[in-house]
């Protein structure tokens, strides 16, 4: 099991920049891959990012493609989520997550974060 916990969130405007970090503990960091989920109040969690295991491979949804950037330091135990040009739709509580096998999809991932709260507004 890997802890995880994650910062960075806040409230900015629209057009602002957050970079999100999620500090890992526990098992071997860079044996897992790492993704980026987000939430809103009465809706599914969202895929956002995720990034594999020596950080080779990243991939996005499309409604953060070339705005957010996802990155790892596995030296540092840390995931990274750098959202730029940030929208009043990104409003949500976003969560890093770690898993051993799929990246994409919410089920791969066995290990979660806390949250952190972004709050963008127009």
């Known amino acids: 099991q890997v802890q995880l916990v994650e910062s960075g969130g806040g409230l900015v405007q629209a057009g602002a920049s957050l970079r999100l970090s999620c500090a890992a503990s526990?098992?071997?960091?860079?044996?897992?891959?790492m993704g980026w989920f987000r939430q809103t109040p009465g809706k599914e969690r969202e895929f956002v990012a995720a990034i594999t295991w020596r950080g080779g491979s990243a991939v996005y949804a499309d409604s953060v493609k070339g705005r957010f950037t996802i990155s790892r330091d596995n030296a540092k135990n840390t995931v990274y989520l750098q959202m730029n040009s940030l929208k009043p739709e990104d409003t949500a509580i976003y969560y890093c997550?770690?898993?051993?096998?799929?990246?994409?999809?919410?089920?791969?991932?066995?290990?979660w974060g806390q949250g952190t709260q972004v709050t963008v507004s127009s």
């Open positions: 526990g098992r071997t960091f860079s044996n897992y891959n």
């Open positions: 997550a770690a898993s051993t096998s799929g990246i994409t999809t919410a089920d791969y991932y066995g290990d």
